[in-house]
């Protein structure tokens, strides 16, 4: 267990000051960057680390993965956000534990987190996830909602009993115009962000960028980074 500390502790340490030095090299102030760790796969020994290494921010993307983690670590100060494609039979779960879901991207997801949340009389963030690489009327291969479908996901969210909606996510696309072009994706999500703040001004939140394109999100005004590989290493399974 020392020896994960010590490693997960020096892995931290790097990517806090990669989040420091790009934070200066946008001329942003570090406390401007929230950074989100991403925990898929990992124990919640690991989880309960971080926590005593300063981290209050953890991601998950697998509900069956996350509830149980979620329940071990309830004792500790955590805000949980949900990250993955999420199904509908998996919301009443996810609205027990998570504090935001960053994966909202149909109406129909919004009104059953609406439900799930009343029932359990919690409110519950919610980030419009949006794809870029999808056309007008789709969902990205990623998941997420096409850029023209975020004014009506973002009516439906502000309107719902239970949610708050917090502003939008995107995950740098692996096909399409803005393949391989993080820096101008995460540009691109920040115009829909400033435009999405016309109506809801409270909708301030960006989620981009991720082990590989912090600085690029960072660059472009991202509010938080989720952050998986370069904190807890490769994982099982992924080479």
Not at 28 to 36: A, H, P, S
Not at 51 to 64: F, S, T, W
Request: aromatic letters at 2%.
């Amino acid at each position: 267990m020392t020896d994960r500390r010590t490693q997960l502790a020096e892995n931290l340490a790097r990517v806090e000051e990669r989040i420091a030095s790009a934070c200066s090299a946008a001329g942003r102030g570090r406390d401007e960057v929230t950074l989100i760790v991403v925990t898929k796969t990992y124990p919640a020994s690991d989880v309960r680390i971080l926590h005593e290494l300063g981290v209050r921010h953890v991601a998950e993307n697998r509900d069956q993965d996350a509830a149980p983690k979620a329940a071990e670590c309830a004792d500790l100060s955590l805000t949980w956000h949900f990250v993955g494609q999420l199904q509908t039979n998996k919301v009443r779960s996810v609205a027990g534990y998570a504090d935001v879901v960053q994966s909202v991207d149909r109406v129909k997801l919004v009104a059953a987190l609406s439900a799930a949340t009343v029932r359990e009389e919690r409110e519950l963030g919610c980030l419009i996830q949006v794809a870029l690489d999808a056309e007008s009327g789709e969902r990205g291969d990623r998941g997420g909602v096409a850029p023209d479908g975020i004014e009506e996901l973002a009516a439906a969210v502000g309107s719902a009993p239970g949610l708050r909606l917090d502003g939008l996510m995107t995950v740098a696309p692996l096909a399409g115009p803005y393949a391989g072009r993080q820096r101008a994706a995460f540009d691109r999500l920040m115009e829909f962000s400033s435009r999405l703040r016309g109506n809801h001004p409270a909708a301030n939140m960006v989620s981009a960028g991720m082990s590989a394109d912090l600085e690029d999100a960072v660059a472009a005004g991202a509010t938080h980074v989720r952050v998986g590989t370069a904190v807890l290493g490769v994982r099982p399974g992924l080479g």
